[in-house]
T-cell receptor, first 113, second 114 residues
Framework: AQTVTQSQPEMSVQEAETVTLSCTYD???????LFWYKQPPSRQMILVIR??????QNATENRFSVNFQKAAKSFSLKISDSQLGDAAMYFC??????????FGKGTLLTVNP | DTGVSQDPRHKITKRGQNVTFRCDPI?????LYWYRQTLGQGPEFLTY????????KSRLLSDRFSAERPKGSFSTLEIQRTEQGDSAMYLC????????????FGPGTRLTVT
């Protein structure tokens, strides 16, 4: 079974600074997808960024980018120029051949003005 | 289409009662998922449908839980004889079928069992 580990229960960052959230996973599959989801307080979960395992190039979406290290099974999220609206719970998730998401426990990000 | 909707948003029930939740996916999405999220945890997979067929059920889904998706449109999740341990946020998500696609989540139904 696949597992996803987020070792940072909480992180904080100053507005306009950069922060990196960590995620590691375990799988025996070679073809899979990794995601970062954002869940603001009392609001629904939305996708931040996705990475296909077969792609060597790291995904980027505006201020969000990932560092995908397949051999190390590591998938970190970098948020640049942090904004107050980035404050949320961030979940790392894995999807393999069974098409269901396995989530980590999440990292609560606080953005300080 | 404005996205995945869930009803009700909140439900308080007494232990032993039955509850039913509804999820309306994005109209062109073939896959529909149910997840459960408890406080301080990430969502955990419960079950999913491809059109009207229920393809997988988690071991978390005891015999008291049943899900349906008649005609491959909306889905219902019923919990019979609720227990305090069932208190959680129940999330529904949908995605296009065939391969890996982004799952779009609904706002969730928060269940409190007293």
């Amino acid at each position: 079974a696949q597992t996803v580990t987020q070792s940072q229960p909480e992180m904080s960052v100053q507005e306009a600074e950069t922060v990196t959230l960590s995620c590691t996973y375990d799988t025996s599959e070679s073809d899979y997808y990794l995601f970062w989801y954002k869940q603001p307080p009392s609001r629904q979960m939305i996708l931040v960024i996705r990475q296909e395992a077969y792609k060597q190039q790291n995904a980027t979406e505006n201020r969000f980018s990932v560092n995908f290290q397949k051999a190390a099974k590591s998938f970190s999220l970098k948020i640049s120029d942090s904004q107050l609206g980035d404050a949320a719970m961030y979940f790392c998730a894995y999807e393999g051949s069974n098409y269901k998401l396995t989530f980590g426990k999440g990292t609560l990000l606080t953005v300080n003005p | 289409d404005t996205g995945v909707s869930q009803d009700p948003r909140h439900k308080i029930t007494k232990r032993g009662q039955n509850v039913t939740f509804r999820c309306d996916p994005i109209s062109e999405h073939n896959r529909l998922y149910w997840y459960r999220q408890t406080l301080g945890q990430g969502p955990e997979f419960l079950t999913y449908f491809q059109n009207e067929a229920q393809l997988e059920k988690s071991r978390l889904l005891s015999d008291r839980f049943s899900a349906e998706r008649p005609k491959g449109s909306f889905s219902t999740l019923e919990i019979q004889r609720t227990e305090q341990g069932d208190s959680a946020m129940y999330l529904c998500a949908s995605s296009l079928g065939q391969g890996v696609y982004e799952q779009y989540f609904g706002p969730g139904t928060r269940l409190t069992v007293t």
